[in-house]
Nanobody, 117 residues
Framework: QVQLVESGGGLVQPGGSLRLSCAAS????????MSWHRQAPGKQRELVAS???????GYADSVKGRFTISRDNAKNTVSLQMNNLKPEDSAVYYC???????????WGQGTQVTVSS
């Protein structure tokens, strides 16, 4: 089994910063994609940022220039540094690991991010 344990999240003011972290454990391939997704009430879950094992990254247009994804392959962790937060960033943020060899994805439990003055 694969477990993803998230930390971070909370209430921040617009323009503030927050850092989310996720630690993966269990059995999975080193060939994988780790990513962050978010889901606001009444909306679909959307991809925010991703990074594969070769450090290739992708970002949603809405967060480019503000969010930065990073990962430590040795520690099996992924983080999301969120700067200049906006109210529209408010959502439950989920960590995901996609195992490229078994072609299976795993989700974390989610952590609430609320941006409000």
């Amino acid at each position: 089994q694969v477990q993803l344990v998230e930390s971070g999240g909370g209430l921040v003011q617009p323009g503030g910063s927050l850092r989310l972290s996720c630690a993966a454990s269990g059995t999975f391939s080193s060939i994988n994609i780790m990513s962050w997704h978010r889901q606001a009430p009444g909306k679909q879950r959307e991809l925010v940022a991703s990074m594969d094992n070769s450090a290739s990254t992708g970002y949603a247009d809405s967060v480019k220039g503000r969010f930065t994804i990073s990962r430590d392959n040795a520690k099996n962790t992924v983080s999301l540094q969120m700067n200049n937060l906006k109210p529209e960033d408010s959502a439950v943020y989920y960590c995901r690991l996609y195992d490229g060899r078994v072609k299976r994805g795993y989700w974390g439990q989610g952590t609430q991010v609320t941006v409000s003055s």
